[in-house]
């Protein structure tokens, strides 16, 4: 029998980090705001988020992170130029960022790691279930897989997970769940967590990647996690826990992912989601392939 929990309505999304691995672009401008074809990569996050329902959304943030506010307020004097030449168009794209969702924005203060970002966001919370979403993480949105994961969660209470099969020689760089399947093909039980093990060590292939929805539990946890793996409190850590012990929290899912994700936290996976997302644009695809197509023959026939 189905079970009725709380509906989600928050999305958290931490965006405090320094962004080094695009430095120098990234000593002025905040990572999260590096475009993505024509959109800054956090745009993608939140309208992720819209689209699962949830328009209420706490932005985690640091120093130096205030064009992220201003992107997602309204700008009264390019609007007003807009008008002014006729250019409906471009006043419709500025002004769909300021109209996506309800937005607030909290300060990090010292960066100790994912598990603290997501800690702040506890007093806008509440008692309610939430998602959180990574930026660096964009999910194609053919591919739904965050209204998969709340759907999980609906049914089974507790926290859900995304988990993605990556090969055994890449699981270091991510954390890697312990799982028992279920009745739904895509749905596995996660059992345990280990952030960033050695291939050796990992108990299967499937990594976490950028997408929770969490029982609004994790806080206690998080209160009480001390630094780890960086010396930094980890999220994974807490979600440990909360799935060796479904007394406190509820228990842990995961939703297995096959959809298309597009990696911008490391620049060549960056630029492959550019070219990736140009080609697909009715836009700009048609001759953005031709002129690939033509570049990548030049380049074999030089090689």
């Excluded at 007003?80 to 960022?97: H, I, M, N, P, T």
């Excluded at 660096?136 to 591919?143: F, N, Q, S, W």
Aim: charge should be negative; charged fraction near 25%; include cysteine.
């Amino acid at each position: 029998m189905t079970q009725s929990h709380p509906r989600i309505s928050k999305a958290v999304i931490p965006a405090a980090g320094l962004g080094t691995r695009f430095l120098p672009a990234t000593k002025a401008t905040p990572k999260e705001m590096l475009p993505v074809v024509d959109k800054p990569a956090i745009q993608y996050v939140v309208e992720e988020a819209v689209s699962a329902g949830l328009d209420d959304v706490l932005m985690i943030t640091g120093r130096n992170k205030r064009p992220l506010e201003d992107h997602f307020d309204r700008n009264y004097e390019l609007e007003s130029a807009l008008q002014k030449k006729g250019d409906a168009g471009r006043l419709a794209k500025v002004q769909e960022s300021s109209d996506l969702a309800t937005m607030h924005y909290v300060r990090q203060g010292d960066p100790r790691g994912l598990g603290h970002a997501v800690l702040c966001a506890a007093p806008h919370v509440g008692h309610e279930p939430f998602a959180v979403l990574l930026g660096d993480d964009l999910i194609d949105p053919r591919d739904p897989l965050l209204q998969r994961m709340i759907e999980v969660q609906e049914q089974h209470g507790g926290s859900v997970i995304a988990l993605m099969e990556v090969d055994p020689e890449q699981i270091h760089l991510y954390g890697c769940a312990a799982v028992d399947t279920t009745a739904d093909a895509d749905v596995v039980k996660v059992t345990g967590l280990v952030e960033k093990p050695d291939p050796a060590d990992a108990p299967s292939s499937y990594a976490v990647i950028g997408r929770y929805v969490l029982d609004p539990h994790v806080f206690d946890i998080l209160r009480r996690t001390e630094p780890g793996r960086g010396g930094e409190i980890q999220l994974t850590d807490a979600l440990q826990q909360l799935a060796q012990d479904e007394k406190v929290g509820g228990p842990v899912h995961g939703v297995v992912f096959k959809g298309r994700r597009y990696d911008t936290g490391d620049r060549g996976d960056y630029l492959r989601a550019i070219v990736r997302l140009a080609c697909e644009r009715e836009d700009l695809g048609p001759d953005f392939r031709t002129w690939l197509r033509s570049y990548v023959a030049e380049e074999m026939q030089q090689s």
